[in-house]
């Protein structure tokens, strides 16, 4: 029996391996072998990501998935947060509810655009813990919905072309500390269902377009090697899944044997802020074994409440330091989620760790 599924799959797994096969062509030569491994992960990791996104999730009967962690590493992942995905039917009113834990920041952001697998167009609209606080039970609920539901309850307008909500959840402490719970309802969805051919082959598309725009934002240029760029706040016009209210900062580190590098800076009043190292594939390496991100109630700070930041090879006795987990070039991304200004521009230097020691 043919199917449109089983032709969809098909260019699927045929849209894999072409992947597959480029980066084998353009990352086999490379000085740095650990970029050629980590590209398989990354491959396995937008797979799992673009199933539980594009393939299972359901707008009528939705539940929030993890869609970044220890094993998801794609798209700028970090050790602090918790990213979960809901899709989003723009007719429908969904009634969302969570527990904050111990989250410092948390929110929730509904973007827009097609709904075809190719990356989102625009925040649509947002709601964080201060603009939506805790009731006396704990709990916070909000509402999506193409109209407001006039009882108070705080409320994101889904407009048409909204296809999809984003949560985040940073904790300070993330392997001791609770994180967040998410649950959603939807109030006026269909009572039954049944799987479609014509649906589950678009469904299996939308994958194929999502893994193929993926694919041709990596591997990230290196960039300026060991500087730090001015950092920037997000638009609320934005490129795919980022968030509208955070400052960002990016940078580059390139660095031989005996050297480390040597970051000052100073972060304004915010919710939470930190500093992550990436691969070309904007994963964190692995933070299991190494401390590869600092977040700023790690850091130790100086008397003047400025921060001294170490990213190098091996420890050099730095209360802050930075590991590059056996990589000689990476990338560096900061964070600050509510900050009162921009953040300042970070100063740079590289040093010996014989002088830093």
Known sequence: ??????????????????????????????????????????????????????????????????????????????????????????????????KPGDAVYLSLTVYGGPNDGRYSER????????????????????????????????????????????????????????RAQWSVECLDGPSTFVDNDEELARRLRAAMTWIREQAGLVPLAQGEPNTVDPPYPVPTTTFGWAAGDAAYAMGSFDLRGGEALVLRGRSPQCAFWNMCLWNPFLHTYNYDYDRVTINGAQVRYEDDGSWVIVVAHEDPGHANWVCTAGHRRGRIWFRWFLPEATPEQPAVEVVSLDDLR
Not at 36 to 63: F, K, T
Not at 139 to 155: K, M, N, R
């Open 1 to 98: 029996m043919d199917t449109k599924t089983q032709e969809a799959f098909s260019e699927l797994l045929a849209e894999v391996g072409t992947l597959h096969a480029r980066l084998i062509q353009d990352l086999s030569a490379s000085e740095d072998a650990l970029t050629l491994l980590e590209a398989h992960r990354w491959v396995l990791s937008i797979l799992q990501v673009a199933a539980d996104v594009y393939v299972w999730a359901d707008p009528n009967r939705p539940r929030f998935v993890d869609i970044v962690g220890p094993y998801k590493k794609w798209g700028g992942d970090n050790a602090d947060a918790f990213y979960c995905y809901m899709p989003v039917d723009p007719a429908r009113t969904y009634r969302v509810r969570v």
């Open 123 to 178: 925040i649509v609209g947002s709601l964080n813990s201060v603009q939506a606080p805790a009731r006396a039970d704990g709990h916070i609920e909000i509402v999506l919905s193409p109209a407001d539901p006039g009882d108070g309850t705080p409320w994101v307008r889904l407009e048409p072309d909204s296809v999809c909500a984003i949560t985040r959840d940073y904790l300070q402490e993330p392997t001791t500390q609770r």
